[in-house]
């Protein structure tokens, strides 16, 4: 059984930090990219972040750079997604996703999501 489940989501005020979390368990093979994805209402999912199996490569989107902070431990079978500075635009469920081709930044390169977890933000 493939579990990935998110934790950490909460309501926050503007400028705040919030920690997101990220357990994986039951993965068929050892290694695997990780990321976030978002989806706020009444947008499209967006990329957030992604990390490489060993945690030596990340990768953000544009909306987030400098802000968030993506990182794993494997031993422990955690993700975690550091946000500072939080906007009002980063209110959203924020979805944990496990996969083991090539791509990062889209939608088909993951196999395995989370349930979500949400996120609000207000000024």
């Known amino acids: 059984q493939v579990q990935l489940v998110e934790s950490g989501g909460g309501s926050v005020q503007a400028g705040g930090s919030l920690r997101l979390s990220c357990a994986f368990s039951?993965?068929?093979?050892?290694?695997?990219?990780m990321a976030w994805f978002r989806q706020g209402p009444g947008k499209e999912r967006e990329f957030v972040a992604a990390i490489s199996w060993s945690g030596g490569s990340t990768y953000y989107g544009d909306s987030v750079k400098g802000r968030f902070t993506f990182s794993r431990n494997n031993a422990e079978k955690t993700a975690y997604l550091q946000m500072n500075s939080l906007k009002p635009e980063d209110a959203a469920v924020y979805y944990c996703?496990?996969?083991?081709?090539?791509?990062?930044?889209?939608?088909?390169?993951?196999?395995?999501w989370g349930q979500g977890t949400q996120v609000t933000v207000s000024s």
């Open positions: 996703a496990a996969g083991r081709f090539t791509g990062v930044r889209n939608e088909a390169d993951y196999t395995y």
């Open positions: 039951g993965l068929p093979f050892s290694s695997y990219n």
